[in-house]
């Protein structure tokens, strides 16, 4: 979800058009294909074949080539049509080309399908029936020159929703300023060497969606040399643990996603090296049960932490934010929905907070918790509408959390609604009962002492005084 942050600039064109659609259109008059040309400004038009029906890729209208500007920006869609085979694009005008070819049935590219491309910035490919074979390094390439292929100006590649189980490790040889890239939901099952080397091939990588790729794994070195690489998606995949090569991008890491993974716990390993994580999402682990003590530590800049639907999550430790408490970033922690019943009062400085989630959880509304909520102000961080419930004791079970009345709480004599004069009224049946069994509790703890105080002198008596007391010679137990 924070990938639609990234979406560059020339996605925009497409919300603005949609909205102002009709207004500009020209493509009416034009018989030369299928697609509507909308002109947004001097700088930007779109040229929208979307849900045409088309099996073949058209020659462009010849209005494109007339009202395109080298410098504008040009957005293609293809979007839902029954393109089969992605042939050689005739050139388009503009200095930034965005184009999609989204929900097609391409099995087929042709190499130097781009070449008349050079400022293609951005290529949808998802959602097709594309293997790794066809992913040949001859496809994404400029124009053909003196020689050698120039470079694209390729920044956002979406390959997701394909058929992909390894890519060519040339294949990002003419993309040096591929910054985005996703290949999630696709069949890789194992990141093998030649993936791994297209991988780090792409230098300038700063976004990686690996979700749903069946990985289990992410050899040690295969995000070497991608130092830019700030935010990975490795959510709905088979990882036990969060992969530690994540470490080698620790410097640039900024935006972790781990939801939907078999992982049991979260460690003090689990996250090493990545002092630089803002945000950090570990949601939808059905397995997960335990946050062990530190396992939060080494993530020094962290701002934000969702860790909610993890449905069997039962248990954090009151050390897991150990360390960080001296100089604490986090703003933002989302509990929501896991299977928790008790938070530690000193988890965390909860008063440091800016959001607090805690919806749909069992809340045992003990001491505890009441400090959290009303000493230590974690009742104002909730968002409205999301005040969490107690689940326990049964005669708070219902009532919100921030409503817990406290006042049998030590601990808040002082802060907390002032004790009224002692009267004899005060006193409910249960708290006489409790009065007896504590005084009896006192009185039989007295009786035992004093009873085995006796048998033990008894027992002294008996054996020891019958025998003389030894003296061992110290020196000579030395020699
Ligand atoms: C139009 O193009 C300019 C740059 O040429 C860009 O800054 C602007 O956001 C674009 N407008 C829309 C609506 O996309
Ligand atoms: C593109 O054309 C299709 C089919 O006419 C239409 O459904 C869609 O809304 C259009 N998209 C934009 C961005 O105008
Ligand atoms: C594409 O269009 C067809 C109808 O032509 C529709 O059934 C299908 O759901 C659409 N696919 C997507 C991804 O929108
Ligand atoms: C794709 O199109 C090219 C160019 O027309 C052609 O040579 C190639 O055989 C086609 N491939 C398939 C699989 O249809
Ligand atoms: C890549 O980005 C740089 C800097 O933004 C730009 O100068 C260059 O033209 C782009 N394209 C290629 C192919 O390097
Ligand atoms: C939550 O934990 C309890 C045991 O503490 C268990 O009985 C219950 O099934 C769990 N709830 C879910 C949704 O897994
Ligand atoms: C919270 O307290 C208010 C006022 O004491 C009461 O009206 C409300 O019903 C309580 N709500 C819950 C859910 O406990």
Same mark, same amino acid.
Request: aromatic letters at 10%; glycine letters at 6%.
């Given at each position: 979800?924070?990938?639609?942050?990234?979406?560059?600039?020339?996605?925009?064109?497409?919300?603005?058009?949609?909205?102002?659609?009709?207004?500009?259109?020209?493509?009416?008059?034009?018989?030369?294909?299928?697609?509507?040309?909308?002109?947004?400004?001097?700088?930007?038009?779109?040229?929208?074949?979307?849900?045409?029906?088309?099996?073949?890729?058209?020659?462009?209208?010849?209005?494109?080539?007339?009202?395109?500007?080298?410098?504008?920006?040009?957005?293609?869609?293809?979007?839902?049509?029954?393109?089969?085979?992605?042939?050689?694009?005739?050139?388009?005008?503009?200095?930034?080309?965005?184009?999609?070819?989204?929900?097609?049935?391409?099995?087929?590219?042709?190499?130097?399908?781009?070449?008349?491309?050079?400022?293609?910035?951005?290529?949808?490919?998802?959602?097709?029936?594309?293997?790794?074979?066809?992913?040949?390094?001859?496809?994404?390439?400029?124009?053909?020159?003196?020689?050698?292929?120039?470079?694209?100006?390729?920044?956002?590649?979406?390959?997701?929703?394909?058929?992909?189980?390894?890519?060519?490790?040339?294949?990002?040889?003419?993309?040096?300023?591929?910054?985005?890239?996703?290949?999630?939901?696709?069949?890789?099952?194992?990141?093998?060497?030649?993936?791994?080397?297209?991988?780090?091939?792409?230098?300038?990588?700063?976004?990686?969606?690996?979700?749903?790729?069946?990985?289990?794994?992410?050899?040690? +070195?295969? =995000?070497? @040399? /991608? !130092?830019? &690489?700030?935010?990975?998606?490795?959510?709905? #995949?088979?990882? %036990?643990?969060?992969?530690?090569?994540?470490?080698?991008?620790?410097?640039?890491?900024?935006?972790?996603?781990?939801?939907?993974?078999?992982?049991?716990?979260?460690?003090? +390993?689990? =996250?090493? @090296? /990545? !002092?630089? &994580?803002?945000?950090?999402?570990?949601?939808? #682990?059905?397995? %997960?049960?335990?946050?062990?003590?530190?396992?939060?530590?080494?993530?020094?800049?962290?701002?934000?932490?969702?860790?909610?639907?993890?449905?069997?999550?039962?248990?954090?430790?009151?050390?897991?934010?150990?360390?960080?408490?001296?100089?604490?970033?986090?703003?933002?922690?989302?509990?929501?929905?896991?299977?928790?019943?008790?938070?530690?009062?000193?988890?965390?400085?909860?008063?440091?907070?800016?959001?607090?989630?805690?919806?749909?959880?069992?809340?045992?509304?003990?001491?505890?918790?009441?400090?959290?909520?009303?000493?230590?102000?974690?009742?104002?961080?909730?968002?409205?509408?999301?005040?969490?419930?107690?689940?326990?004791?049964?005669?708070?079970?219902?009532?919100?959390?921030?409503?817990?009345?406290?006042?049998?709480?030590?601990?808040?004599?002082?802060?907390?609604?002032?004790?009224?004069?002692?009267?004899?009224?005060?006193?409910?049946?249960?708290?006489?009962?409790?009065?007896?069994?504590?005084?009896?509790?006192?009185?039989?703890?007295?009786?035992?002492?004093?009873?085995?105080?006796?048998?033990?002198?008894?027992?002294?008596?008996?054996?020891?005084?019958?025998?003389?007391?030894?003296?061992?010679?110290?020196?000579?137990?030395?020699?």
């Amino acid at each position: 979800m924070y990938f639609l942050r990234d979406v560059p600039g020339v996605l925009v064109i497409l919300c603005a058009l949609f909205f102002s659609a009709h207004a500009a259109s020209e493509g009416d008059d034009d018989k030369g294909g299928p697609c509507e040309i909308f002109v947004q400004d001097v700088n930007n038009l779109t040229l929208n074949c979307s849900r045409r029906h088309i099996d073949k890729i058209p020659t462009w209208p010849a209005t494109l080539e007339t009202q395109g500007k080298e410098d504008g920006h040009v957005r293609i869609t293809f979007f839902n049509n029954s393109i089969s085979n992605v042939t050689q694009l005739a050139p388009v005008p503009g200095n930034r080309i965005a184009i999609s070819f989204k929900s097609n049935k391409i099995v087929e590219i042709e190499d130097d399908a781009f070449r008349n491309l050079d400022h293609m910035v951005y290529l949808d490919l998802s959602n097709n029936y594309i293997s790794g074979e066809v992913l040949r390094s001859e496809i994404f390439q400029g124009s053909y020159k003196d020689g050698v292929y120039s470079d694209i100006d390729l920044e956002t590649l979406n390959l997701g929703y394909n058929e992909i189980h390894s890519l060519d490790k040339y294949l990002f040889q003419h993309t040096p300023n591929l910054t985005r890239l996703y290949i999630n939901n696709n069949p890789i099952e194992i990141l093998d060497h030649v993936t791994i080397l297209a991988l780090s091939s792409a230098k300038k990588l700063e976004v990686l969606d690996l979700s749903k790729t069946d990985i289990d794994n992410i050899p040690l +070195d295969a =995000f070497r @040399g /991608l !130092s830019y &690489l700030r935010q990975i998606d490795l959510s709905g #995949n088979f990882f %036990l643990n969060v992969p530690e090569s994540l470490s080698l991008v620790g410097d640039s890491l900024q935006y972790l996603t781990f939801n939907n993974n078999p992982l049991v716990e979260l460690n003090d +390993d689990s =996250f090493v @090296g /990545l !002092s630089n &994580l803002v945000e950090l999402e570990v949601g939808e #682990n059905e397995n %997960l049960e335990e946050v062990k003590r530190s396992t939060f530590s080494p993530l020094k800049s962290l701002r934000v932490l969702h860790m909610c639907h993890n449905k069997n999550l039962r248990y954090i430790s009151h050390n897991a934010f150990r360390g960080l408490k001296d100089k604490w970033t986090l703003k933002e922690v989302y509990l929501d929905d896991n299977n928790l019943s008790e938070l530690s009062t000193d988890l965390m400085p909860w008063n440091k907070l800016e959001t607090l989630g805690m919806t749909g959880n069992s809340w045992l509304c003990n001491c505890d918790l009441a400090n959290i909520i009303t000493k230590q102000n974690a009742g104002t961080k909730f968002r409205t509408g999301e005040i969490p419930y107690c689940a326990a004791p049964m005669r708070l079970s219902g009532s919100y959390i921030t409503n817990i009345s406290v006042s049998f709480c030590p601990q808040f004599d002082t802060t907390f609604a002032p004790k009224r004069g002692f009267s004899i009224s005060d006193l409910k049946p249960k708290h006489i009962i409790w009065s007896i069994l504590g005084v009896a509790t006192i009185v039989g703890i007295g009786m035992i002492c004093g009873l085995l105080v006796n048998t033990a002198k008894a027992f002294y008596k008996k054996t020891f005084r019958s025998q003389p007391i030894r003296y061992v010679n110290i020196s000579e137990t030395f020699a």
